[in-house]
């Protein structure tokens, strides 16, 4: 999937560095699609909140990155190798979303055969 794909659907609280227009066309541009949390309900974004708290524990907080590049690495490193393939969530039944999505795959494909 490339960054230019309709499939990425980007979750934001409604900052006024989110609904400017320059970045809404810039979004729009990339062919995304925005999803705004609604006015006053901070909980609709609880999800992203969390994510990103935890993504600053243990990643942003406690390294000096020497170069951009560094830091985006070990951002990534830590989605991809430790929140989504390791990381458990109470609301994927203690599963990791790997373990949750092959999980679900495999009850898709029972119900089709």
Do not use: C
């Not at 969390?50 to 590049?69: D, G, M, Q």
Request: aromatic share 16%; no cysteine; glycine share 4%.
């Amino acid at each position: 999937m490339s960054l230019t794909s309709p499939f990425f659907i980007l979750a934001l609280d409604r900052g006024s560095q989110y609904t400017a227009r320059e970045v809404k066309e810039y979004i729009k541009n990339l062919g995304w699609k925005q999803s705004f949390s609604a006015v006053g309900k901070p909980g609709d974004n609880s999800w992203s909140e969390s994510f990103f708290a935890n993504l600053k524990k243990k990643i942003v907080h406690w390294k000096h990155f020497k170069t951009r590049e560094e830091a985006r690495q070990a951002i990534f490193d830590y989605i991809e190798r430790y929140y989504n393939r390791v990381r458990v969530q109470e609301r994927l039944n203690y599963l990791s979303p790997m373990e949750y999505l092959r999980n679900d795959s495999k009850e898709i494909l029972k119900s089709v055969a």
